[in-house]
């Protein structure tokens, strides 16, 4: 049963263009959204985060939107750019002592 | 900081045979947890450690799964008897913070690619 729900495998953009790949989740009680990326033959990487307080968290090029009725998060690259082609991975949280749960990823290729 | 250390990077293995998957955390991190990625099921989480004592092995598949750290600078993932189905990247990850903030995520290894045959 995933809680956390990356819904499209794989997604091809050109350079320069809008990535946006989206997450659902099915828990009410996560409160902490974030984003990691990974490259082929690393571990994931940190990318960006957001709380339940908000509904936008923005840095750089990278952008999370979140809306808690629909319980959807979004990540939006603008511009694309063919070293942001990796795998995406979405996880949340829940206040108290429970772990991260992951999404199962979206890869994502920036075509130049 | 080098980050967190694992090896080896890949493991092959015939059915049957123990394997054994080390992990040193980042110095000064109090959390240490155990992923594995398959096609199927993403990223699962598997155990995780708190000052080298385990808090929730809930994730952890079978018995034939058991995972020690014996140290704060150092945890082992084993799998006796090992199967095809064992087949995986594995991740160990180490946070100094169990809540996860900006500044306190998770640093994830390179991961070991285990293939069991």
């Known amino acids: 049963d995933q809680q956390v729900k990356q819904n499209s495998p794989s997604l091809s953009v050109q350079e320069g263009r809008i990535s946006i790949l989206n997450c659902d989740y099915t828990n009410s009680m996560f409160d902490y959204f974030l984003w990691y990326k990974k490259y082929p033959a690393e571990g994931p990487t940190f990318l960006i985060s957001i709380s339940s307080i908000k509904d936008k968290n923005e840095d750089g090029r990278f952008t999370v939107f979140l809306n808690k009725s629909a319980k959807h998060l979004s990540l939006h690259i603008v511009p694309s750019q063919p070293g942001d082609s990796a795998v995406y991975f979405c996880a949340a949280s829940a206040s108290g002592n429970t772990p991260l749960v992951f999404g199962k990823g979206t890869r994502l290729s920036v075509i130049a | 900081d080098a980050g967190v250390i694992q090896s080896p990077r890949h493991e092959v293995t015939e059915m049957g045979q123990e394997v054994t998957l080390r992990c040193k955390p980042i110095?000064?991190?109090?959390?240490l947890f155990w992923y594995r990625q398959t096609m199927m099921r993403g990223l699962e989480l598997l155990i995780y450690f708190n000052n080298n004592v385990p808090i929730d092995d809930s994730g952890m598949p079978e018995d034939r799964f058991s995972a020690k750290m014996p140290n704060a600078s150092f945890s082992n993932l084993k799998i006796q008897p090992s199967e095809p189905r064992d087949s995986a990247v594995y991740f160990c990850a180490s946070s100094l913070e169990f809540r996860q903030g900006n500044s306190d995520t998770q640093y994830f290894g390179p991961g070991t690619r285990l293939t069991v045959l």
């Open positions: 110095s000064g991190h109090d959390y």
